[in-house]
């Protein structure tokens, strides 16, 4: 995903690529002025996101726009629908039964 989105910017380098986390930095002259983007991949699941969103933030990083997909636990919302999320739940065991969700 993160070679994917940074074919929209100019001026591209790889900072880091180790197994699924690739982050990538170019910039974007889709803003007046031009600004630098990074662009991280963080595999599948929580557990990578969570890891990845650590590091950013830890290395000055202060705002995160996450793209990719997910699933819904609400009936009205179908495939290809698009969101936009402000907050996200798991939906396992754990969950389920300590924090009784749904």
Known sequence: M???ASSYLSNVRT???VR?????????TATDP???LLV?????GGGGASVCFHELFAAGVDTIVRVGTAGS???HLREGSIIVASGAVRE???VCNDWMIG
């Open 2 to 4: 993160a070679v994917i």
């Open 15 to 17: 900072l880091a690529q």
């Open 20 to 28: 699924e986390y690739h982050v990538i930095v170019g910039t974007t």
């Open 92 to 94: 396992d065991l754990y």
């Open 40 to 44: 991280a991949s963080h595999g599948v």
């Open 73 to 75: 636990l609400q009936d």
């Open 34 to 36: 031009p600004i630098e």
